[in-house]
Nanobody, 124 residues
């Protein structure tokens, strides 16, 4: 059973930055797909970014617009999400997701494993 453990969330002022981390206990980090999703209060969970094959490709949601960056460390089985120029509307619980089958995955149902989530709160 793969376990994903996120960290790095917190409270930050608008315009600030945070770096989220997600450690993957599985053995397919470098060949699988790692994703980040978020869920704001009263809204559905939405795709943020994905890292394919340990970093051979990345995909982002349109709303990211160059503010966020996903990266991975294969040696540590860890995926990161750098959040820059944060806005109050970025406030949400951010979830790490993983799928060992690889490929571009932009939807919730395409991921087999999920972390517990980490809260990001951006104050005005």
């Amino acid at each position: 059973q793969v376990q994903l453990v996120e960290s790095g969330g917190g409270l930050v002022q608008a315009g600030g930055s945070l770096r989220l981390s997600c450690v993957n206990s599985g053995r397919t980090f470098s060949t699988g797909t790692q994703g980040w999703f978020r869920q704001a209060p009263g809204k559905e969970r939405e795709f943020v970014a994905a890292l394919v094959g340990g970093g051979t490709a990345t995909r982002y949601a349109d709303f990211v617009k160059g503010r966020f960056a996903i990266s991975g460390d294969n040696a540590k089985d860890t995926v990161y999400l750098q959040l820059n120029s944060l806005k109050p509307e970025d406030t949400a619980v951010y979830y790490c997701a993983s799928d060992p089958r690889g490929g571009t995955r932009l939807r919730e149902y395409e991921y087999m494993y999920w972390g517990q989530g980490t809260q990001v709160t951006v104050s005005p």
